[in-house]
């Protein structure tokens, strides 16, 4: 690993190499320590506050094959005769993807189910797929928290159908699934936050007698890249990573009063983090503006937190970098310098260069705009951009 010295005295530290800014914590040694998994996608939509936890529970356990079934409790030694109760057919063993999926009865209502939000069923097989189906559905925010609570009723009301019958010898009924099914809808329906934001979806929770909800209207900004000083250079940075760690880049871009084009840079940066290609590209655009004697510099960036960065003591740069960091704060005070922050939608230019750069060992640069990414620079350098603040959703006018 090739270390940078730093340029002014300061004292010798250790750093604690399995975090990010070096600094030893409990929390730090923990998390070095464990074995991490992959987060798994459907925590984000089973555990919400509008999903009565008895319901989520049951998913839960469900989805880890923690509930009691013939199949499991066969795989765990117990030696039972298996017959699912609620398909009344002595052939069909019952196995939990046959009793949430397959089985004559659960089809049924998911089949109903699906009607009343206007879907189709596919042919499924697993219940992990089945899961996966109803989360994957694509509904405005009200409806979907809608659609996702009655899923998880629909799970729990055959789970518990099919005790009453094994246990209590009470006859299943469709029929009276269904109106349970219709009275929770609508005693969930005042929990379900969201709004609605298609035609259809409103239609839908017209006809099932729900009051819909609008959306606050957006407020939108105007937004322009800004020229600097007329004797000052700009430049705007940024860096990314593709999979946030994974194949990381970063670039920048030079222009001066007139918006005319003094050079970009791009570099890739292997695995690494976009906090650790942000910086990077912070660092790259302080050192290149300085050796070119660029001494009244303006520096742009789309990351809040890198702005912080710069303006901060106490916040620390990930450890690997803090020497060059450090170093670019001195070389900094050499300079007439200043920063701000920028939404993307101005920095599209050095967004583009870190692009071309992602499979680049070397530092790459440019003297002359690179050829395919001309209708970016003219874009950016002319046209404002508009920004829908909150809510995030809107159409926006080409332009
Ligand atoms: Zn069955």
């Known amino acids: 690993m090739s270390l940078t010295l730093p340029r002014v005295y300061s004292q010798d530290h250790l750093v604690w190499k399995g975090s990010g800014d070096g600094i030893l914590s409990l929390k730090a040694s923990y998390n070095y320590l464990r074995t991490s998994y992959e987060l798994q996608m459907w925590c984000n939509y089973l555990w919400k506050k509008f999903i009565p936890p008895k319901f989520s529970m049951t998913v839960w356990r469900i989805l880890q094959h923690r509930i009691p079934s ?12 298996s017959v699912c109760a609620l398909c009344d057919n002595a052939s069909v063993s019952e196995t939990m993807d046959h009793l949430f999926v397959e089985c004559v009865f659960a089809q049924q209502i998911w089949r109903w189910l699906s009607s009343l939000f206007r879907l189709k069923l596919p042919p499924l097989y697993y219940t992990s797929e089945l899961w996966d189906w109803i989360v994957s559905r694509r509904f405005s925010p009200q409806l979907f928290n809608l659609w996702l609570t009655i899923s998880c009723y629909a799970f729990y009301s055959i789970w ?13 009924s469709f029929r009276q699934v269904q109106m349970d099914t219709m009275a929770h809808l609508h005693f969930f329906a005042k929990f379900c936050p969201g709004f609605v934001r298609y035609g259809m979806d409103r239609d839908i929770l017209v006809d099932l007698g729900i009051p819909w909800q609008l959306g606050k209207a957006p407020k939108i900004i105007i937004l322009s890249w800004r020229p600097p000083p007329i004797d000052w250079i700009k430049v705007n940075t ?13 670039g920048g871009v030079f222009r ?21 290609s942000k910086i990077m590209a912070v660092i790259l655009a302080i050192e290149i503006a300085y050796n070119n004697g660029w001494l ?4 742009e960036s789309d990351s809040l937190l890198v702005v912080q960065l710069l303006l901060s003591d106490s916040l620390l740069p990930p450890w690997t970098l803090h020497n060059r960091w450090l170093n670019c704060k001195n070389l900094i005070s050499k300079m007439n310098f200043r920063w701000t922050h920028a939404f993307r939608e101005v920095n599209s230019v050095a967004d583009a260069l870190a692009n071309l750069d992602l499979f680049c060992d070397s530092l790459h640069w440019w003297s ?29 006018p080409a332009i």
């Open 296 to 299: 009244n510099l303006w520096l």
């Open 256 to 276: 001066n009063y007139y918006g005319d084009f003094f050079g970009g840079f791009g570099l890739a940066l292997g695995h690494q983090s976009s906090f650790f």
């Open 368 to 396: 002359t705009y690179p050829s395919s990414l001309v209708a970016c620079y003219c874009s950016a350098a002319i046209f404002c951009s508009l920004r829908a603040v909150s809510p995030v959703f809107m159409l926006l």
């Open 70 to 81: 013939d199949d499991i409790l066969r795989s765990r030694g117990i030696c039972i005769v």
């Open 238 to 250: 940024n860096g990314l990573a593709k999979g946030n760690p994974g194949p990381a880049a970063c």
């Open 160 to 172: 518990k159908t099919r005790n009453r019958l094994r246990f209590e010898d009470e006859k299943p």
